[in-house]
């Protein structure tokens, strides 16, 4: 078999193929439900010694 540029291609194409499959089953999977629904709420959680040094060093300014 001789290896040139469309095998390399070929070959490139299964290895993202490949990737993004065990992407999507990894992100998928039930064992990391908890990590990511505990990582969607960060956002929402506030720390209120961050946001009140937040809001008093704007009010300085």
């Known amino acids: 078999m ?3 540029i469309n095998t390399g291609r ?3 194409t299964l290895m993202g193929l ?3 499959v065990g ?3 990894w992100v998928y999977s039930k ?3 908890a990590d990511f629904d ?3 709420k960060l ?3 506030e720390d209120d010694e ?4 937040n809001r008093e060093g704007s009010k300085n300014e």
Do not use: G, M
């Not at 961050?50 to 040094?53: H, L, N, Q």
């Open 10 to 12: 070929a070959l490139v």
């Open 38 to 40: 505990e990582a969607a």
């Open 2 to 4: 001789e290896f040139d």
């Open 50 to 53: 961050d946001s009140s040094d």
């Open 31 to 33: 064992k990391n439900s």
């Open 23 to 25: 992407f999507v089953v």
């Open 43 to 45: 956002p929402f959680d």
């Open 18 to 20: 490949i990737t993004f």
